[in-house]
């Protein structure tokens, strides 16, 4: 069974940066792409980022210019480094992979990421 597994979350001050990662685990034959979505309290779930199998990258305009989606194909992990937090980023972040028939999505748990000034 694939699962993806998140870490890095944690608090920040405003301005400050954080990295989190999500690792795919399992039988996987097929990547389509990883990306990352938010959910802040109140809030519907919103798109972030994502990357293709390729490393073609796409970014919601809030986070364009601070938010740098990467990956680590071999290691089948995904990764977002955040900077120039503001507290409107505080939300639980989640990442999504696209795998194996279909390039079905899966998604992870979430982790919690809370910028306070």
């Known amino acids: 069974q694939v699962q993806l597994v998140e870490s890095g979350g944690g608090s920040v001050q405003v301005g400050g940066s954080l990295k989190v990662s999500c690792a795919a685990s399992?039988?996987?034959?097929?990547?389509?792409?990883m990306g990352w979505y938010r959910q802040a309290p109140g809030k519907e779930r919103e798109f972030i980022a994502y990357?293709?199998?390729?490393?073609?990258?796409t970014y919601a305009n809030t986070v364009k210019g601070r938010f740098t989606i990467s990956q680590d194909n071999e290691k089948k992990t995904v990764y977002l480094q955040m900077n120039s937090l503001e507290t409107e980023d505080t939300a639980i972040y989640y990442c999504?992979?696209?795998?194996?028939?279909?390039?079905?999505?899966?998604w992870g748990q979430g982790t919690q990421v809370t910028v306070s000034s």
């Open positions: 999504t992979a696209d795998l194996n028939l279909n390039c079905a999505r899966l």
């Open positions: 399992g039988y996987i034959y097929q990547n389509c792409g």
């Open positions: 990357i293709s199998r390729l490393g073609a990258t």
